[in-house]
C-alpha cells in the first residue's frame, strides 16, 4: 500500500510539473499490469470491465460504472470522478468533485482536496475513511527527544505532507504567472509609452463610458468568434478574432496598472517616475491583489468582481482610443490655414535738409 501510494504521488508531481503538455492516451489503448495515465481526456470502464494496476487521469472526469473493478488506486488531477464500480485501493480526487454512488466501493481512503465537493449515495461503501480539505499531520510533541529525529521517506509520504505538493505548484505557477504579467507590462510601456498614458488617461477621465464600451466590446467578441468558430471556412479567422480580443484585454490591463503604479509611485514621493517601471509594478499589483483575493474562499467574488471591473475598464478605454492612438472625444476636423507673417517695417532714409552734426560743430567754432 505504501509503495503504491509513494508511486501514485509521484505521478501526480510530474504531470503537475508538465503542466499536461503530452498529446492525450486514448482510451481505447489496451492497459498493462501497472495501469493507464490519460492525458486531457475523460476515461470511462464501463459494467464488467476489470482495470489492472492504477488508473491515474490529468485533467479529465472518470466514470465507473456499476459493476467495474479497478485493481488499484483511482488519482485523478483537475477533474471529477463518479463511482459506481469497485477501487480496490484509494480514491484520490484534486480540483473536482467525487460522487459515490449507491455500488460504489473504496477499499482505501477516500481523498478530496482543493476545490472538491464530496458526494456519497447511502449504499456507498468506504474501508479506509474519507479525507476532505488538506490534511495536516499532528505534532508529535509527546516524543520530542535532545536529538532530533528525523523520518524516513515513506513515513513523510503517508504522514500527509505530501498531498500538500499540489498546493505548492499552484502558488509555484501563480507567482510565475504574475512576474510575467508584471515584465509583459513593463515591455509594453517601454515600447508604447504613449499610448499607454492615453487609454489610462481614458480610464480616469471617462469610467463609466470606458466600463460600458468594454463590456459591450466582450459580449460582441465573444458572439462573433463562437459565429466564425461555428463555419469551417471561417474557422481561422475566428482564432485570429479571439487573439485581437485577448491583446486588446491585456493591452487594457497594461494600461490600468500603469496608472496604478503611477498613483503609487508618486504616493511614495519618488523622484523620477519612467513608464516601464510604473507600468510594471502597477500590473504586479492590481495582478496580485485580484489574483489573492479569488484565491481566499471567502474573498473570491470580491476578487472576480474586482478583475471584471478593471478589465472591463482597460478593455472599453482601448476601444475609445483605437488602442491609444487618439484621444477620446479629440474629433480630427480641417486644418486651419497658416497665419501669414507681419510686413518688415522698411527702415526711415535720413533727412538730407538736416546737415550732419560734424559740420554743425565746425560752423559754430
Do not use: H
Amino acid at each position: 500500500m505504501r509503495k503504491r501510494w509513494l508511486i501514485s504521488l509521484t505521478v501526480l508531481f510530474i504531470g503537475v510539473v508538465m503542466l499536461w503538455p503530452t498529446p492525450a492516451l486514448a482510451q481505447e489503448d489496451p492497459p498493462d499490469d501497472t495501469g493507464i495515465v490519460i492525458w486531457n481526456e475523460d476515461y470511462t470502464l464501463e459494467e464488467g470491465e476489470r482495470l489492472e494496476g492504477d488508473l491515474i487521469v490529468f485533467n479529465g472526469d472518470v466514470t465507473l460504472e456499476p459493476g467495474s473493478r479497478v485493481e488499484g488506486s483511482v488519482i485523478i488531477w483537475n477533474g471529477s470522478a463518479e463511482v459506481d464500480g469497485t477501487v480496490e485501493s484509494d480514491l484520490v480526487v484534486s480540483g473536482g468533485d467525487i460522487t459515490l454512488g449507491d455500488s460504489a466501493w473504496v477499499a482505501g481512503e477516500v481523498v478530496c482536496t482543493w476545490n472538491c465537493d464530496l458526494e456519497q449515495k447511502a449504499g456507498a461503501r468506504v474501508d479506509g475513511g474519507i479525507v476532505e480539505g488538506i490534511p495536516l499531520p499532528p505534532l508529535p510533541l509527546d516524543q520530542i527527544r535532545p536529538v532530533p529525529q528525523v523520518p524516513s521517506l515513506p513515513r513523510i509520504w503517508d504522514a500527509g505532507p505530501g498531498r500538500v505538493l499540489n498546493w505548492m505548484l499552484r502558488v509555484i505557477r501563480s507567482v510565475v504567472a504574475i512576474v510575467v504579467i508584471a515584465a509583459v507590462a513593463g515591455l509594453v510601456a517601454l515600447i508604447w509609452p504613449q499610448q499607454t498614458a492615453q487609454v489610462g488617461r481614458t480610464v480616469v477621465e471617462a469610467p463609466l463610458p470606458s466600463l460600458g464600451i468594454g463590456l459591450l466590446t466582450t459580449v460582441a467578441g465573444v458572439a462573433l468568434v463562437i459565429a466564425l468558430a461555428i463555419t469551417i471556412c471561417l474557422s481561422p479567422v475566428a482564432v485570429l478574432a479571439l487573439l485581437a480580443l485577448s491583446a486588446a484585454g491585456l493591452f487594457g490591463w497594461i494600461a490600468v496598472g500603469a496608472m496604478v503604479g503611477e498613483r503609487f509611485l508618486q504616493a511614495l514621493n519618488a523622484r523620477e517616475i519612467t513608464p516601464m517601471w510604473a507600468a510594471g509594478l502597477g500590473a504586479l499589483l492590481i495582478t496580485l491583489v485580484s489574483t489573492g483575493l479569488s484565491s481566499a474562499f471567502c474573498l473570491a467574488p470580491l476578487g472576480w468582481l474586482l478583475i471584471f471591473a478593471l478589465g472591463g475598464l482597460g478593455l472599453g478605454a482601448v476601444a475609445l482610443t483605437r488602442f491609444g492612438t487618439m484621444a477620446y472625444g479629440a474629433s480630427p476636423g480641417p486644418t486651419p490655414p497658416p497665419t501669414a507673417p507681419a510686413p518688415a517695417e522698411a527702415p526711415e532714409p535720413p533727412n538730407p535738409a538736416e546737415p550732419p552734426e560734424e559740420e554743425l560743430t565746425g560752423s559754430e567754432s
